[in-house]
């Protein structure tokens, strides 16, 4: 991520021992491998715990890496469950989306009541493409409970309104409504995670959410989303250069873009999604790597940070070794 006009890259991997890393173009960095802290930053010391994470006990230390905590503190995934979208939920005043929608009549509220950027209207102009009729969507409050309710007309722009309560709406609609909030929620996200998007959606419904997420990435933060259907490829929203395609291989997943000389195919028009369908899907040959190799082989994106790290690191292991230390000099 870019912060300041700071490339600060985060990331761990699981394993027998728990790897973290962070670094900065120009900047501090840490390492973590197991219970091991490489740093450059003097009087660190935090004592990390085998299953922990250490970038919250030491976020304070930097400015920068304060920074990327809050940002990776505002990165939200979604599994969303219409049963709890359409429930009636307990009052809480909540403006940031749970991971299941089981808030999403707070975040209503709290866009309702704002008035934030027309973000109600943005949702409700999306939702009628997607359930027909749709007039206005609105919270109603009883006995320490919130609800959302749905006006719908029977004929059109010139039928009597109907309300109904989001338990009688049909699965898609609720999914959609979920969507659609976890992109305008407030505060702004720094990205929003988004699994099987095409989960209980008409086809027309599906492309209506690609564009939403699409006019967000562009103007608000980054919106990505996982999908097994080849429809989804072929939408006008998606762009080839932005698809990646997750592989398993000897216990570790990778994370592969579509090839540089499949890309421009595509581009001309070509099917994406049927050759996706065929599971001959063109990736690159190399996976999606930081730099010049993994991530976790270099503590910082340069080598000269690199080097500087191994050196320190190489200092700190004679320390604890001196005979090492002679033998090296012998």
């Known amino acids: 991520m870019s912060i300041d006009g700071c490339h600060a890259v985060y990331g761990f991997r699981l394993g027998e021992q728990?790897?973290?890393?962070?670094?900065?173009?120009?900047?501090?960095?840490?390492?973590?491998?197991?219970?091991?802290?490489?740093?450059?930053?003097?009087?660190?010391?935090?004592?990390?715990?085998?299953?922990?994470?250490?970038?919250?006990?030491?976020?304070?230390?930097?400015?920068?890496?304060?920074?990327?905590?809050?940002?990776?503190y505002q990165c939200y995934a979604y599994s969303l469950l219409p049963r709890a979208i359409g429930s009636w939920q307990p009052i809480g005043g909540h403006s940031t989306l749970n991971r299941d929608d089981s808030n999403a009549a707070d975040v209503l509220k709290y866009l309702e009541t704002n008035g934030l950027d027309g973000s109600v209207d943005w949702i409700v102009e999306r939702l009628g493409r997607i359930t027909p009729n749709v007039g206005t969507i609105h919270t109603h409050s009883k006995g320490g409970r919130r609800v959302i309710r749905f006006q719908q007309r029977a004929n059109g722009d010139?039928?009597?309104?109907?309300?109904?309560?989001?338990?009688?709406?049909?699965?898609?609609?609720?999914?959609?409504?979920?969507?659609?909030?976890?992109?305008?929620?407030?505060?702004t996200p720094t990205l929003v995670f988004i699994d099987e998007i095409e989960d209980s959606l008409h086809p027309e419904a599906i492309s209506t959410l690609l564009g939403a997420?699409?006019?967000?990435?562009?103007?608000?933060?980054?919106?990505?989303?996982?999908?097994?259907?080849?429809?989804?490829?072929?939408?006008?929203?998606?762009?080839?250069?932005?698809?990646?395609?997750?592989?398993?291989h000897d216990g570790e997943s990778f994370i592969y873009p579509i090839s540089q000389r499949m890309i421009a195919y595509f581009k001309g028009g070509d099917d994406l999604g049927a050759m996706f369908g065929m599971d001959t899907f063109p990736t690159a040959d190399e996976p999606a790597l930081i730099g010049d190799d993994d991530f976790f082989k270099l503590p910082a994106p340069n080598k000269h940070l690199y080097r500087k790290a191994e050196t320190k690191k190489r200092q700190a292991l004679r320390k604890a070794n001196p005979a090492e230390e002679q033998q090296d000099a012998a």
């Open 158 to 187: 010139e039928g009597t309104p109907m309300e109904f309560d989001a338990a009688q709406m049909s699965d898609g609609t609720l999914r959609a409504l979920g969507i659609l909030l976890a992109l305008r929620q407030k505060p």
């Open 213 to 248: 997420a699409a006019v967000t990435t562009r103007h608000d933060f980054q919106a990505v989303v996982t999908s097994h259907n080849p429809q989804v490829l072929n939408d006008d929203a998606v762009r080839p250069e932005a698809v990646r395609v997750v592989e398993w």
């Open 18 to 72: 728990l790897e973290e890393s962070i670094s900065i173009e120009d900047g501090h960095y840490f390492h973590r491998l197991g219970p091991r802290i490489y740093t450059d930053v003097g009087g660190l010391a935090p004592v990390p715990t085998p299953a922990s994470l250490i970038m919250p006990l030491i976020a304070g230390q930097d400015t920068i890496w304060n920074a990327v905590y809050g940002a990776l």
